[in-house]
């Protein structure tokens, strides 16, 4: 069953941007609001997807500092001699 919602507050250029992209579309902006809610709530929040790449790959952590590393790539620059 569905749901009607409504949303109280929107910022007069938010409005106006939905509007505009609405009518790019041909659609209401119920339409074009419906299909942009529906497409933000099917799509993973970033806690679950570091969550999965955390379970796919549990040792792809590092355990080497950033300053470390860019020290390690800048001395293979400058080479032995320098």
């Given amino acids: 069953m569905a749901t009607t ?10 409005s106006r ?3 505009d992209r609405a009518k ?3 659609q209401s ?6 299909a942009e809610l529906s497409r933000s ?3 993973p929040t970033l806690d679950v ?4 790449i955390r379970e796919d790959h549990p040792r792809s952590r590092v355990s ?3 300053a470390e590393l860019i ?3 800048r001395d293979a620059r400058e080479g032995p001699d320098a």
């Fill in 5 to 14: 919602l409504q949303i109280r507050d929107v910022p007069d250029d938010v």
């Fill in 17 to 19: 941007i939905l509007k």
């Fill in 24 to 26: 790019a579309a041909g």
């Fill in 29 to 34: 902006l119920s339409q074009y609001a419906l």
């Fill in 41 to 43: 709530a099917r799509r």
């Fill in 49 to 52: 997807v570091w969550a999965e």
């Fill in 64 to 66: 080497v500092g950033a």
């Fill in 71 to 73: 020290r390690a790539e």
